[in-house]
């Protein structure tokens, strides 16, 4: 049994770090805040992941890809999902950020800058082309379950918005 | 019927199931584009969670049943969702007063069991209330956009509450499996979570122009398996595949 050096783990994390979301190719999982911890013990290694949505259809792909990405770094893994504490985009990094702007979505806000609750006005979402503050949502629901159909009333670019949750 | 937590499991979990399973025939079918994104994101939503409390379900029960076992190798009697999920789509005033309902018991009872004393279920819960308050706002502002819009929408809008007014109880419904979770901290108290229930549908009602219906006749039930007509139709559909080609996967 090969027992990983420091110095290895943090070759199997930055491979691991690099698997990118299916379904949104310019994120990474690290990006995303769906990686939470690589780990290893007796020369295996243990990668904690948690969902974005419960029914995210891209998380058995994700697993799939970080089997392999372990596998690739010499070692064998098993993918753990913990759902406490549940996910949020707050987790998502600044980088995670600006490469959605330039990819064309909308990133998301800060949670609990619109209010929740029923039949309220929700936050400025910004134009990811014009920056216009000026945009009005299209649907509640988008080509993913992680985001929402805008329009820009600038512009008039039609957009996604990666929702805050 | 196995331990307290585990029948709360199935109760949690074939809520979601079923629901799931009726949103999805709507796939396709909905009146704009959008909704059809929306009723497959919302099928999704509850189908996720339905996955995560079997797979929770089956571990309590420690028997190895997993989540394919559960959804797809029961029978009617053995299903514990509220008769309300079951219903048929009818219009989409009907589907959206469902949901309304659904929706608006959702977000007290997951917001609760966030702080559940069982971890699992809490963090289960706590990524489901995110998913729950998003339906929400979706539900409210079609029921208030129909109920507050044309003559035609609101007559509908009203008959589809109606419709889907006398299965309101069978989500409350307690019995002594909701009492011994209770004490232990698992499950929240449903006189608190109805009374949240009760100001949301209120509010929405107001906003839309619509009236709560006086009739006081109510079909409980199904948290002990006793469903209406329709579950036993729902489930050939969506069972047939696993049942004809056991252990099958694409």
Redesign the interface.
């Known amino acids: 049994m090969v027992s990983a050096t420091g110095a290895d783990l943090g070759r199997v994390r930055a491979a691991v770090a690099a698997v990118s979301d299916p379904e949104v190719p310019v994120l990474t999982i690290d990006d995303l805040g769906v990686l939470r911890s690589v780990e290893e013990a007796d020369g295996r290694i243990l990668v904690t992941i948690t969902p974005t949505y419960s029914g995210c259809p891209a998380m058995q792909f994700i697993e799939d890809r970080i089997i392999e990405a372990v596998l690739d770094a010499g070692f064998e893994g098993e993918v753990r999902t913990v759902f406490s504490p549940a996910w949020t985009t707050d987790w998502m990094s600044d980088d995670g950020r600006r490469k959605l702007r330039e990819y064309g979505i909308a990133p998301p806000n800060p949670v609990g800058s619109a209010d929740e609750t029923v039949l309220t006005i929700r936050a400025v979402v910004r134009c990811p082309r014009c920056d216009s503050a000026d945009t009005k949502p299209v649907s509640e629901f988008g080509s993913t379950a992680c985001k929402a159909l805008y329009q820009c009333n600038d512009c008039h670019e039609p957009f996604d918005y990666f929702k805050e949750l | 019927m196995g331990s307290p937590v585990f029948t709360y499991l199935l109760r949690l979990g074939d809520d979601n199931l079923i629901l799931s399973q009726r949103l999805g025939e709507l796939v396709s079918w909905m009146p704009e584009l959008?909704?059809d994104?929306?009723v497959?994101?919302?099928a999704?939503?509850?189908?996720?969670?339905a996955?995560?409390l079997f797979t929770y379900a089956g571990e309590v029960e420690g028997l190895g049943r997993d989540e394919d076992d559960l959804a797809m190798l029961r029978d009617e009697r053995e299903y514990f969702n509220a008769v309300m999920c079951e219903q048929p789509n009818g219009d989409f005033g009907q589907t959206m007063a469902r949901q309304l309902f659904v929706d608006a018991y959702q977000v007290p009872v997951y917001e609760a069991l966030t702080g559940s004393s069982d971890?699992?279920l809490?963090?289960?819960a706590?990524?489901?209330?995110?998913?729950a308050?998003?339906h929400?706002?979706?539900s409210?502002?079609w029921v208030?956009r129909l109920g507050d819009g044309t003559a035609e929408s609101h007559r509908r809008m009203q008959a589809g509450i109606e419709a889907m007014w006398p299965y309101i109880d069978d989500l409350f419904w307690v019995d002594g499996v909701d009492d011994e979770i209770r004490e232990a901290g698992i499950a929240p108290d449903m006189t608190v979570v109805r009374d949240t229930f009760e100001r949301?549908v209120a509010?929405?009602l107001a906003?839309a122009t619509l009236e709560a219906p006086n009739d006081p006749y109510q079909r409980t039930g199904g948290r002990t398996g006793f469903h209406t007509e329709h579950l036993g139709h729902i489930l050939p559909e969506m069972q047939n595949l696993h049942r004809a080609h056991p252990g099958v996967s694409w």
């Open positions: 959008e909704e994104i929306a497959a994101n919302l999704l939503d509850h189908l996720g969670q996955r995560n971890e699992t809490a963090g289960i706590a990524k489901a209330a995110k998913e308050r998003y929400l706002r979706h409210s502002t208030v949301t509010r929405v906003e």
